[in-house]
T-cell receptor, first 112, second 113 residues
């Protein structure tokens, strides 16, 4: 049982490039979330999903897209990377919205 | 909208001393409340959660938190700090009917030998 896995661990992008951050969970959780963490700002919700085929915007969705075609996977797409997207990105999952969220190890992204 | 305030972005305590990390929320209705811990270069992991059962909640690693409705607070305590407690701690809140967590800005705990 690997829990929540994220790839890659680190990535450097040039301005305007695109990339997909991968997130997979093996706990059969319905809910999945993407957060970004910036120093002194806590975690901000980017997008979340309540099940396969259903996604919704969080607090800071601009510049990002998501899809959820399976229960296990919830990739986050960055189009036209900008320096403001330099951050640490965490994926999380939970069985129900009121249950504990389990977090992945994070992806550290730098946009230059 | 729900908000969470963690007083003190940095807290330092001596090894063996009491740890007190403060969290206040804004909801008028008692929400679900969580404390998470983040060790360097790792994701967050749950310390404890309040879900309207007992007001004093015990968590892992000797931590506990008390829900006080009158003060809209959910402060985290540990009687005796250990060097391994050095980490960043986040308070989070979820309102009933809301599928999202709102996180505080975090408190970095430093333990002085």
């Amino acid at each position: 049982n690997a829990g929540v896995t994220q790839t890659p661990k680190f990535r450097i992008l040039k301005i305007g490039q695109s990339m997909t951050l991968q997130c997979t969970q093996d706990m059969n959780h319905n809910y999945m979330y993407w957060y970004r963490q910036d120093p002194g700002m806590g975690l901000k919700l980017i997008y979340y999903s309540v099940g396969a085929g259903i996604t919704d915007k969080g607090e800071v969705p601009n510049g990002y897209n998501v899809s959820r075609s399976t229960t296990e996977d919830f990739p986050l797409r960055l189009e036209l990377a900008a320096p403001s997207q330099t951050s640490v990105y965490f994926c999380a999952s939970s069985y129900r919205s009121y249950n504990e969220q389990f977090f992945g190890p994070g992806t550290r992204l730098t946009v230059l | 909208a729900q908000s969470v305030t963690q007083l003190g972005s940095h807290v330092s305590v001596s090894e063996g001393a009491l740890v007190l990390l403060r969290c206040n929320y804004s909801s008028s209705v008692p929400p679900y409340l969580f404390w998470y811990v983040q060790y360097p270069n790792q994701g967050l992991q749950l310390l404890l959660k309040y879900t309207s059962a007992a007001t004093l909640v015990k968590g892992i690693n000797g931590f506990e938190a008390e829900f006080k409705k009158s003060e809209t607070s959910f402060h985290l305590t540990k009687p005796s700090a250990h060097m391994s407690d050095a980490a960043e701690y986040f308070c989070a809140v979820r309102d009933f009917g809301n599928e999202k967590l709102t996180f505080g800005t975090g408190t970095r705990l430093t333990i002085i030998p």
